[in-house]
């Protein structure tokens, strides 16, 4: 069973810290991982792809790739309490599929 | 600019009646897929369509049954509701993969509700 492990969490950090958010994913093959945010009451929206180890940068969003230890992480640095939702990991196999393989999430709260 | 819609957005419905979700993608994406959401298991694979009259099976596909006869439809029927298909169901799109990358983009989700 291919698996996406998240915790739940809540994560709770003051407004202007950087929150650090964790994922895991069990099928060595994976070749794309995708951070995606969700109010609550909403749908989920991409934020960040990252197909290749090491880090990948977009405005206050850092996404990082480790494969060997499978395993990626977003971090959002200067937290505003707008970015308060849960956080869902995806990974994908490359493949002709298509399909994702999506983690629970993790709910973030920021402190004003 | 629609992107993915869908319809209803809010469905009450009584158990054992046939009901018929609809989504629709303006981008002209080759891949579509539903998914159903419940609160301790995140987002769970229905069905998914690689293309017009090309579909196959998720994760949770029983008492589901999908279609897809146009590039931008993708309609979701369960045949005779159950209340266990209580759910927010996402439809999704992706292009193909060499063309970009394989990420998905969501519609605003259907709120189903079977008593």
């Known amino acids: 069973q291919k698996e996406v492990e998240q915790n739940s969490g809540p994560l709770s950090v003051p407004e202007g810290a950087i929150a650090s958010l964790n994922c895991t994913y069990s099928?060595?093959?994976?070749?794309?991982f995708f951070w995606y945010r969700q109010y609550s009451g909403k749908s989920p929206e991409l934020i960040m792809s990252?197909?290749?180890?090491g880090d990948k940068e977009d405005g206050r969003f850092t996404a990082q790739l480790n494969k060997a230890s499978q395993y990626v992480s977003l971090l959002i640095r200067d937290s505003q309490p707008s970015d308060s939702a849960t956080y869902l990991c995806?990974?994908?196999?490359?493949?002709?599929?298509?399909?994702?393989?999506f983690g629970t999430g993790t709910l973030l709260a920021v402190q004003p | 600019d629609a992107g993915i819609t869908q319809s209803p957005r809010y469905k009450i419905t009584e158990t054992g009646r046939q009901v018929t979700l609809m989504c629709h993608q303006t981008?002209?994406?080759?891949?579509m897929f539903w998914y159903r959401q419940d609160l301790g298991h995140g987002l769970r694979l229905i069905y998914y369509?690689?293309?017009?009259?090309?579909?196959d099976k998720g994760e949770v596909p029983d008492g589901y049954v999908v279609s897809r006869s146009k590039t931008e439809n993708f309609p979701l029927t369960l045949e005779s509701a159950t209340r266990s298909q209580t759910s927010v169901y996402f439809c999704?799109?992706?292009?193909?993969?060499?063309?970009?990358?394989?990420?998905?983009?969501f519609g605003p989700g259907t709120r189903l509700t079977v008593t």
């Open positions: 999704a799109s992706s292009a193909l993969p060499f063309l970009a990358g394989d990420e998905q983009y």
């Open positions: 099928d060595r093959v994976s070749q794309s």
């Open positions: 990252i197909y290749s180890n």
């Open positions: 995806a990974v994908g196999n490359g493949g002709a599929t298509n399909k994702l393989i």
């Open positions: 981008w002209s994406h080759s891949y």
């Open positions: 369509s690689a293309a017009a009259d090309i579909t």
